[in-house]
């Protein structure tokens, strides 16, 4: 799975997301722009989805090729044809609509019987030894549960031996938003085509995706001069934003940074925040939290400067403070709102997480100089939905909060949305499972208010801090294993990504 993978793929790919429904139209515009047919691109499509098979897995000789009732289907033809004349034992199965093929994926059925090829029904007994089974059965045009025989033949793939490799998206998976309503292939490896998708990204994309890739199918110098509406980031982003320091630097200049929170009995939370901003770079870290938790967070990390969250000094505090980072372990008794209430009168940047966020979404405002890192959980409270409405389309959950609250707006989970109030939107392709664990919320929080006060614009504070801190866990997991990774183990590796300079390439 590509949850296990650890993003090792993500070097090569493409950077450019388009939406779902926009495909369509960027297929023809493309073929258009530089003279092919429909059925060339199809052809096109094919064609990789086979070279890509043969290089996984060069001793298969015998291929399952499932075919949709779609074009999908028809690229799944082109696959069975190519292999077949390359002397590859083929079989094929399709599924038979009420309706006719479109005119492409009918050209490529006709070109695979031409050849001689078979076309089995849906619900035929499979060969006993298959070993490579192709996914070409719905595509990127699902929105909802695949139906019957769909559903069947996933499932049959999923309990076969064979590796699946799912052109496009792996069926029962939704381009749009990463949504497995139904049956969802299990892929070992997937193939998209043109660009990427939302869907392949973010949602329930990494149970299910195994091994992305992206082929351009020749559209590159059309594409350039596209630009994608959506964008993907990892760890080769980190140098765009970071870069290294002058000689002469000195503390003020990698910003002045106060963290509120840590109500009595939540040290934990605001220490590792603060200490997550001091490890990303921030130049001086100051904390103001419940008097009990001075001692402790002191004893910790002594580079930290802590005092008790009091009126008078969170006034002082703030007037220093370059950046402010409220919310981990705040607490919502009236300690914590008062706090937050004293804060909201403030005008530089900042970043809300946690119980500021819950306080949040009881007195809702929208500004501009705020960041924004709800789990799909406060996301929904924010909105006032179920969790579920989050997950379901996490695209549109994202920019719908903009809408609402402004700023930048964070929305944690496998495949981390990032969004603002000028339109752009950013899938974080980093992290594993292992982040699946308390504190790693409280360590984001840190490593992006680190980088607002190093100078960089909310938005780009976002993302290069939600990259580094996805690569700081897949690195830890190539380590140790994503089982039993904690949030401060980041700690040990968080230096190769804020120093971009010094990843190995």
């Given at each position: 799975m590509r949850n296990q993978e650890l993003n090792a793929n993500t070097r090569s790919l493409s950077h450019s997301v388009w939406p779902a429904q926009a495909i369509g139209k960027l297929e023809r515009d493309a073929a258009d722009s530089l003279g092919l047919t429909l059925y060339e691109l199809m052809q096109r499509a094919g064609q990789a989805s086979y070279e890509l098979a043969r290089r996984?897995?060069?001793?298969?000789?015998?291929?399952?090729v499932l075919c949709g009732h779609g074009n999908n289907g028809g690229d799944g033809y082109v696959v069975a044809r190519l292999a077949q004349a390359a002397g590859i034992t083929v079989t094929l199965l399709a599924c038979e609509g009420s309706k006719p093929l479109p005119e492409e994926a009918q050209q490529a059925r006709e070109a695979w019987l031409a050849a001689g090829g078979v076309i089995h029904a849906a619900d035929a007994c499979w060969p006993e030894q298959v070993e490579v089974i192709i996914d070409a059965l719905l595509g990127t045009g699902l929105n909802r549960a695949p139906a019957a025989p769909y559903d069947h033949l996933i499932t049959l793939a999923n309990a076969h031996a064979a590796p699946v490799l799912a052109i496009d998206m792996p069926s029962g998976l939704a381009a749009a938003n990463g949504t497995a309503p139904g049956a969802t292939m299990l892929a070992a490896h997937t193939l998209s085509m043109i660009v990427l998708k939302p869907g392949q990204l973010t949602g329930k994309a990494r149970d299910y995706i195994g091994q992305l890739h992206v082929d351009e199918l020749g559209l590159s110098v059309f594409l350039a001069g596209n630009p994608a509406?959506?964008?993907?980031?990892?760890?080769?982003?980190?140098?765009?934003?970071?870069?290294?320091?002058?000689?002469t630097s000195h503390k003020g200049d990698h910003g002045r940074l106060l963290?509120?929170?840590?109500?009595?009995?939540?040290?934990?939370?605001?220490?590792?925040?603060?200490?997550?901003?001091?490890?990303?770079?921030?130049?001086?870290v100051r904390v103001l939290t419940h008097e009990d938790n001075i001692a402790p967070i002191l004893t910790a990390r002594p580079e930290l400067m802590v005092d008790a969250l009091v009126e008078e000094r969170l006034q002082q505090a703030l007037e220093w403070a370059d950046v402010i980072a409220i919310g981990p372990g705040l607490g919502q008794r009236d300690w914590g709102k008062q706090a937050l209430k004293t804060v909201v009168a403030c005008e530089k940047p900042m970043l809300w997480d946690a119980d500021a966020l819950n306080l949040l979404a009881i007195n809702a405002d929208y500004r501009q100089n705020r960041i924004i890192t709800p789990h799909p959980g406060e996301a929904a409270r924010l909105l006032g939905v179920k969790t579920s409405e989050i997950e379901s389309d996490r695209i549109h959950a994202a920019q719908t909060l903009v809408k609402r609250y402004g700023g930048v707006v964070v929305l944690k989970g496998a495949g981390t949305v990032i969004a603002d109030d000028q339109g752009n939107l950013v899938i974080s392709d980093v992290g594993n499972a292992g982040m699946a664990s308390g504190g790693m919320g409280d360590i984001l929080s840190g490593i992006i208010a680190a980088l607002m006060g190093q100078k960089l614009a909310l938005f780009d504070a976002a993302c290069a801090g939600c990259v580094a801190h996805g690569a700081a866990a897949d690195a830890v997991a190539r380590q140790r294993g994503t089982r039993g990774m904690l949030a401060t183990d980041l700690f040990e590796l968080l230096w190769q990504f804020v120093n971009p300079e010094m990843i190995q390439q």
């Amino acid at each position: 799975m590509r949850n296990q993978e650890l993003n090792a793929n993500t070097r090569s790919l493409s950077h450019s997301v388009w939406p779902a429904q926009a495909i369509g139209k960027l297929e023809r515009d493309a073929a258009d722009s530089l003279g092919l047919t429909l059925y060339e691109l199809m052809q096109r499509a094919g064609q990789a989805s086979y070279e890509l098979a043969r290089r996984l897995w060069p001793e298969a000789s015998h291929w399952l090729v499932l075919c949709g009732h779609g074009n999908n289907g028809g690229d799944g033809y082109v696959v069975a044809r190519l292999a077949q004349a390359a002397g590859i034992t083929v079989t094929l199965l399709a599924c038979e609509g009420s309706k006719p093929l479109p005119e492409e994926a009918q050209q490529a059925r006709e070109a695979w019987l031409a050849a001689g090829g078979v076309i089995h029904a849906a619900d035929a007994c499979w060969p006993e030894q298959v070993e490579v089974i192709i996914d070409a059965l719905l595509g990127t045009g699902l929105n909802r549960a695949p139906a019957a025989p769909y559903d069947h033949l996933i499932t049959l793939a999923n309990a076969h031996a064979a590796p699946v490799l799912a052109i496009d998206m792996p069926s029962g998976l939704a381009a749009a938003n990463g949504t497995a309503p139904g049956a969802t292939m299990l892929a070992a490896h997937t193939l998209s085509m043109i660009v990427l998708k939302p869907g392949q990204l973010t949602g329930k994309a990494r149970d299910y995706i195994g091994q992305l890739h992206v082929d351009e199918l020749g559209l590159s110098v059309f594409l350039a001069g596209n630009p994608a509406p959506m964008q993907r980031v990892d760890a080769q982003d980190l140098s765009r934003w970071l870069k290294p320091r002058k000689a002469t630097s000195h503390k003020g200049d990698h910003g002045r940074l106060l963290v509120v929170g840590g109500d009595r009995g939540t040290a934990g939370a605001i220490r590792m925040t603060a200490e997550a901003a001091l490890r990303a770079g921030a130049g001086l870290v100051r904390v103001l939290t419940h008097e009990d938790n001075i001692a402790p967070i002191l004893t910790a990390r002594p580079e930290l400067m802590v005092d008790a969250l009091v009126e008078e000094r969170l006034q002082q505090a703030l007037e220093w403070a370059d950046v402010i980072a409220i919310g981990p372990g705040l607490g919502q008794r009236d300690w914590g709102k008062q706090a937050l209430k004293t804060v909201v009168a403030c005008e530089k940047p900042m970043l809300w997480d946690a119980d500021a966020l819950n306080l949040l979404a009881i007195n809702a405002d929208y500004r501009q100089n705020r960041i924004i890192t709800p789990h799909p959980g406060e996301a929904a409270r924010l909105l006032g939905v179920k969790t579920s409405e989050i997950e379901s389309d996490r695209i549109h959950a994202a920019q719908t909060l903009v809408k609402r609250y402004g700023g930048v707006v964070v929305l944690k989970g496998a495949g981390t949305v990032i969004a603002d109030d000028q339109g752009n939107l950013v899938i974080s392709d980093v992290g594993n499972a292992g982040m699946a664990s308390g504190g790693m919320g409280d360590i984001l929080s840190g490593i992006i208010a680190a980088l607002m006060g190093q100078k960089l614009a909310l938005f780009d504070a976002a993302c290069a801090g939600c990259v580094a801190h996805g690569a700081a866990a897949d690195a830890v997991a190539r380590q140790r294993g994503t089982r039993g990774m904690l949030a401060t183990d980041l700690f040990e590796l968080l230096w190769q990504f804020v120093n971009p300079e010094m990843i190995q390439q």
